[in-house]
């Protein structure tokens, strides 16, 4: 207890080497859970997306490959359309357990017939489905009818409103899904059926029409056979069908992994660096600050002080600096990671999804156990010299 | 006391400049009426508001520096403090920000504002415990 109460003296006792180290330890462990949380997030998001979408292989015409990256990833509607036959002849490859055609479409942007912004909207088949239905069968009764939508996490009903407006058209919003960071946050999910009704109503209530050409869709999602390999069927329907590409989702956001894997390279350096330069900052902070207070652990000594005594004040007093600036990097870096989520997104062009409550908890205690063992080698040989020093001498200097 | 009174000061700067150059406004976007005027959003005037917020919080900071008394270290804590939460309150509940995710003004003012004013409310309580345990400092 008299340790502890001296080295909140010591560290009181010079304010400014104090809060060198807590800024020091605040940097070391404010760095290390804001590139994690922003590295993981990406991360997680990608993956998250990926188990959205269930299929294999999205299959869609030609030349839209990355248009359908940014719509999946960032929100970007993207229209594209191919004929309807397609859908049967992938169903009959080899490979190929189940198809499900879908339709992208968007609201029109700051038009007053819709109540959201320029939002993507995917029109699903309920008969053959198996990406949306697994999730509607969990959270919703019985699945969509006419008129009836789920959205993104972001999606939600104007105040003072009690339905979604799409094209004029009275949507009813009975879920949502759970948050991605990515585009499929800001999309809206619906039946083909209700495509087709907000399509040719949209004539009568909207400022332009819902174009959808007749006997098209937008893609066709996938599954394969446990014994298939997606690799070939991919290939197969490139070489049997013309004019559509096929898209391993397992290969999806090529880009972004690339991205996000050379952004952890440069945080890692930048890592390193840091806390280099940081770790010697308070190295040099507690040689001087023992150096003067040398006589003071001289004293200690003659007074029955043990040297573990000695080298536990200077270790307790640079633990308190570490643990009290950890805990204020963290706190801050978190707070200002989650209230930034959107711009990280857009400056960064990556997914992010910010990670639930728990998981956060793990993170910051990895962060600032990384943070205190930092300090604790930065100040362990400046510690272990006095604590070995004769009292003597030390009083005599 | 000197750390808190140069960071308030510090932190009083930017909430009186930063919603200067991400409101709405300040990227060239207004609404415009039927009648083809065009008027300012609520960010613009939230960020008016952060601005005459920043120049009492800049006089709280700028006092602390100078104080010796305790008494009057834990009065402006306090009164930073409180004027740290208005600056929280303006973009989140008294005036607001555009209703539009994708607006500059809540990609990065709402936040910014809110991330200060943590930070001033945190830095004036410390002040406020601080000066509780403090003698007087001799003139």
């Known amino acids: 207890m008299h340790v502890i109460r001296l080295a909140i003296r010591n560290a009181a006792g010079n304010s400014f080497r104090s809060w060198m180290v807590f800024f020091c330890a605040a940097l070391m462990a404010g ?43 960032m929100g970007i509607p993207v229209h594209c359309w191919m004929p309807d036959i397609i859908v049967d002849e992938v169903a009959a490859l080899p490979g190929v357990v189940a198809v499900s055609p879908q339709i992208y479409l968007s609201t029109l942007r700051g038009a007053i017939c819709c109540s959201l912004p320029e939002l993507f909207l995917i029109a699903y088949d309920p008969a053959t489905d ?51 960071g990515t585009g ?3 999309s809206l999910f619906f039946t083909l059926e209700t495509a087709y009704d907000i399509a040719r109503l949209s004539d009568e209530y909207a400022v332009k029409v819902m174009d959808i ?56 350096a930048l890592l390193v660096i840091t806390w280099l330069l940081a770790m010697a900052l308070i190295a040099v902070v507690f040689s001087l600050a023992v150096n003067e207070r ?77 943070a205190l063992s930092g300090v604790t080698l930065a100040v362990l040989v400046p510690a272990v010299r006095i604590s070995l020093q004769d009292p003597a001498m030390s009083m005599r200097e | 006391m000197k750390v808190a009174a140069v960071a308030i000061v510090a932190l009083a700067i930017l909430i009186a400049i930063i919603p200067i150059f991400s ?48 008494e009057t270290r834990r009065n402006l804590g306090i009164m930073g403090a409180v004027l740290g939460a208005v600056v929280i309150l303006m973009p989140t509940a008294l005036i607001g920000v555009c209703v539009n995710p994708d607006m ?19 830095i004036n309580l410390a002040v406020v415990v601080r000066s509780l345990g403090q003698e007087d400092e001799a003139a």
């Open chain 1, 31 to 73: 760095f290390v859970i804001s590139a994690t949380l922003v590295i993981r997030g990406a991360d997680d998001s990608l993956r998250l997306a990926l188990e959205r979408l269930g299929a294999d292989i999205i299959v869609i015409p030609e030349g839209h490959e990355r248009r359908l990256e940014s719509a999946l990833l």
């Open chain 2, 104 to 122: 500059p003004c809540v990609g990065i003012m709402k936040p910014a504002l809110i991330l200060l004013g943590v930070l001033m409310v945190a």
């Open chain 2, 23 to 70: 409101d709405c406004e300040s990227q060239g976007r207004t609404l415009t009426l039927e009648n083809g005027r065009q008027v300012s959003m609520k960010c613009h005037w939230t960020a008016r508001a952060e601005l005459a917020l920043g120049v009492p919080l800049l006089a709280v900071g700028g006092l602390l520096a100078f104080s010796r008394r305790k």
């Open chain 1, 130 to 180: 198996f990406t949306i239905r697994p999730w509607l069968e969990l959270n919703l009764d019985a699945g969509l009818a006419l008129g009836e939508t789920v959205g993104g996490s972001f999606v939600y009903v104007p105040a003072g409103e009690d339905k979604l407006l799409v094209y004029g058209y009275e949507l009813d919003l009975k879920a949502n899904l759970e948050p991605t």
């Open chain 1, 184 to 186: 499929l946050d800001q």
């Open chain 1, 294 to 370: 040398r006589r003071q652990m001289g004293v200690m000594r003659a007074l029955g002080a043990r040297r573990g005594t000695v080298l536990q004040s200077v270790l307790i007093e640079a633990w308190l600096l570490a643990l009290s600036g950890g805990l204020a990097g963290i706190g801050v870096s978190t707070l200002a990671i989650s209230l930034f989520q959107r711009a990280i997104i857009a400056v960064m062009n990556v997914p992010f999804l910010f990670p639930p409550p728990l998981r956060l908890a793990g993170l910051s205690f990895g962060a600032l156990a990384m």
């Open chain 1, 213 to 268: 050409p007749p006997r098209t869709v937008s893609s066709v999602l996938v599954k394969v056979g446990r014994d298939a390999d997606v690799h070939q069927v991919a290939q197969l329907i490139e070489a049997e069908i013309p004019g559509v590409t096929p898209l391993e989702t397992n290969k999806l956001f090529k880009d972004q992994r690339e991205q996000i894997l050379s952004l952890l390279h440069s945080v890692v």
